[in-house]
Each structure stands twice: as structure tokens, then as C-alpha cells.
């Protein structure tokens, strides 16, 4: 039993289709390998009492043959997502213990497809962070270690508690937000796969909002089919949230196997970055070259406003961050600390209550949208949007979707990148464009550099496309053949 | 432009975020180091580009304008930091 923590989501469903194992044999394995990886910090909450009685009721429907797609399976929720009767704190003290009354919607269809819910995720407070560093409820150690090294490395972020708990082999999948590669990012740093679906793709509702013109929910998981098949049903329209599209949910999973015979695979030349590694580019040219084989054509494509997209992106966020974050005053839910007058108590309870990169992020937002700056700084970030976006619906008339690297590095050490806000929001430069646009992008495990640490490749498809996502994605991962695994010292 | 500590301290007001009178200096440098690499936007050319703020190209949805009584009262002040009766406690805001 000691390894069916190492298997994949299908795996997993297989195995319990042909009774090699129950939901609670299943859940109880990860319980134990959760409570063995406290060194990870992964987990902030372990809803242990609760996920064994949901295994016991999928063992109780599957004796019957009454069984969803996700009959059973143990997952671990990003703790951005409300969740009833547990514990939600998006990663900061002012929440306090806030404990929801509902539930989102997406866990609400995890949990109506028949998943187990293990417990909540760590993350960057609000999701604001690229490293996990800025959580109140410390960093997310990385399970992964260079070669012959002890260094502690970040797992990257928002979603670090997320990918460190899918490499760890602490679920099987786990729900993950992206505003700016907070999916991809962590994904690529991990070894994992992770796909942040088109916006709209995936209700919002029950999310706690960091910028909501950029935020999407979407898994991560261990290969390709299983982010398909978790997404599959995570996503849908759902009349609550009024950005929620009106498409059908396509089979993501049969589009894994899908052929590429004849598609154009743009390749940006903007995306060669001064500073970027050569094994990155290496990894980059590696995959281009395993789309040829195929039968894709490679081709040379300008996404001109590029190296503007994450300085719009700082204006953008935050200026939406300072105004849904205003309803954190203390008064209705979290932590009041009291002043002398109702204005101070703001103050003291929003100042103590929130961590220095969210109170940054909110100043930043607060002063491009006063009197005097917003035409200057926030409808010029939105004219520049319009630009990225106008950019990629140029490319792609000539093409089908995009390949580029995930990040500009590998995992980096835990508190390495402190010191210089502009160098940490840098991690973000290739998957940023696909939050401003509102395309579906997807991180995909390719290779380890030299010193044994894993390399993502991302697709970025077109609006509502994740199947060729998914079909390239799924041919990238058979052509890397990437089944590396940290070695275990947690 | 730059913010000054004198900037940093109205904008720390109008976010209703405490902020300490020996922070107020080092957070100006800190935020200028952000404002100034995000001034690089005043290169592109925006002339006659309407600006985006949904990449959806859609008009918000209308619900069916009907009544409805959800009766939470008790779910909705499960998490206040204070109640009395059925209300949120908070302090004065009207002198």
C-alpha cells in the first residue's frame, strides 16, 4: 500500500475500478504521507476526520455503481478557495480564523464529481508572490534539491503549497489560482503539470479575488490527462459568477492523445530574454523538435508588446488587488485590531493584518488610481493590455498555438530573491501575457538541468482551446519522457 | 514621476494601511524602484486604442429581476469579529 501515493490521478481511478484498492485505503495513504512531510509546510489544515468519511461514503457509491469521474480521489485544495466549515485564510493573518459558509463552486463540482478532500493549501498571501515566501504561514519548502546540495528551494508561487504537495506525493492533484503564472510557474519549478484554463473557463465564485480581471482556477497534477481529467471537472458555466462562459466543457482527456499532424506551432522571438540560460534554450529548441517529429511546422512569430505585458501587469493587479481587498476592514469578518476611532481601526487592523507584499501591492494600486495618476498609469496599462492582446490575435492567424519555456530559471533557494521586488516579479515575464489576454497556457515537465532540477515547457493556446493545449502538451510529455522524482528527505 | 515619504503617507492613508513614520522613507524608495521600471509603458504607442479592462467581449448578464429570501442571517455574521442581536458591533462612524 506504501505507494499508492505514487500513482497518477487515471492510475488511481483504474485501481479502484478494478478493486485493487478502496477510496479509503487511498485517502489514508496520503493522510499518513501528509503527516509525514511537515518539513514541507505544504499543508495548512488537514481535514482528516472528513476526507476519510468522504472516501468511506465513494467506497459505499462505488459498491453500488454509482460513481463520478473523480469517484474517490483524494485531492488537496489551494486555501484561496472557500471551503465550507473549513478554515480559509488565502495565506494571511487577516482572515483570522474565517471559517465560510459556502463553498466555491469549482471544489463544489470536485466535490459533486465524487473527490475526497485532504485539506487546505499554502500559498502567497492573496496570491500575490512568485515564490511562496510571502505566505503568513511561512514559506513552502521545494521537495526538490540540487544534486548533492541541502539548500531549502522555494517551489514557486502563488500555488507552492499546491505543486510541492503534488510532487511530494501528498495528493494526487490539488486546485491552484493564476493571475500571473501562479499555476505555470510552480508547475515548472515542481516537475508537475499545470494548466490555467482560458478566463472564464472556470467560475470564480467562492475564489477569494486578488485581481478579478485575471484570475483563473485550473489544476495541478502529474501528467497531462490528469490535469485534463481534473479540469474537466473543474470547469463550467455557473451562473454565479458573471464572467463565467457559456461553452460546453469539452472531453479534455480524449485530446491528450489527439494528433498533431499539420499544426503551426508559433514559436515567439520575444521570448529569448537577455540572461536566460542555455539549457532553457536548449529545452526550448528540444521541444521544438519533438513537435516537428509530430508532423508540426515550427514558426517564427512577433508578439511585439511582449516586454511591456508585466509592467502593465503591476498596475493592472494591483490596482484591482486595492479595491477588492478594501473589504478587509475588520468589521464583518477577520481581525479587527481597535484604534481610537473607526478610521484608525481600519488602519491598524488592514496594517497588521495584511503582509508587506500585499500592503505594497495595495499602496501601489491605491496611488495609480487616485485623482491626477489614473489616465497616466492605469488606462495606459489598459491601452497596452489591448495592445498584448491585439498582439496575439495576430499570431494567431499564422498559427495554432505557441511554445515557450515556463520560466526564465529553474527553483531558486529560499531567500535568495528577497531584497528586489522588480527581480522577483521577473519569474513571471512568459506566462503574464496569457492572464492579460485571457488565454489557456499549460506547463508541462521537460527536462532537469544540470544540477537535477526540473524545467517546464509552456503552450499557450487560443481563447477556449485548451484540447490542442492539451493534445501538444500530451506529446511534449511522451517525447521528454520526464518521470524524474525528488529523492525523499523530508 | 516618484513618490516622496510625505506621497507615501497619503496613499497609506487613502489605503487605510498603517504605516510607521520611520517606514514611510524606505517604502517611498521601494515603490519607486516598482513606478519607475513600470514607466517603460510610456514607449508604446496607445494613440487611438481603447483601453481593456475584460478580455471578454460580452455585456454583464441580467438575472430575472424576482424576490428572494435567503435567511442567513446567521451565516453571514458566523465570522464578525463582534455582534450583538443580530448586527455587526463596530465602532462609531457618524460623530
Redesign the interface.
Known sequence: MSTLNELTLAGAISGMKNKDFSSRELTQTHLDAIADADALNAFLVTTKEAALNMADASDVRRARGDVGPLDGIPLGIKDLFCTKGTRTTAGSKIL????P??ESTVSANLWRDGAVMLGKLNMDEFAMGSSNENSAFGPVVNPWRAKGKTQKLVPGGSSGGSAAAVTAGLCLGATATDTGGSIRQPASFTGTVGIKPT??RCSRWGIVAFAS?LDQAGPITRTVKDAAIMLGSMAGYD?KD??S?KAEVPDFAASCTRSLKGLRIGVPKEYRVEGMPAEIEKLWADGMNWLRAEGCEIVDVSLP?T??AL??Y??IAPAEA?SNL?RY????????V??T????????S???G?GEEV??R??????VL?AG?YD??Y?????????I?EDFKNVFERCDALLTPTAPSAAFGIGSRLN???QMYLNDIFTVTAN???LPGISVPAALDSSGLPLGLQVIGK?LDEETCFAIGGALERAADFNAKPDKWW | MSVDAKTVRKIAHLARIEVAEERLAPLADELNGILHWIEQLNEVDVEGIAPMASVEDVSTPVRKDVVSIDNTREDVLANAPRTEEGFFVMPKAVE
Open positions: 483570522g480564523e474565517f471559517t459558509t459556502y478566463y472564464g480581471s451562473p458573471s464572467t462562459i508588446h516586454k511591456y509592467p502593465a503591476y498596475i486595492s478594501a476592514d475588520g468589521m464583518r469578518y477577520g481581525v479587527r481597535d484604534g476611532d473607526l478610521t484608525e481601526t481600519y488602519e491598524k488592514r496594517g497588521q495584511f500592503r505594497r495595495i499602496m501601489i494600486g491605491a496611488y487616485s495618476f497616466a498609469y488606462i495606459r496599462a489598459q491601452k497596452v493590455r489591448a495592445r492582446a528586489d521586488p522588480v492579460l489576454a485571457g481563447a
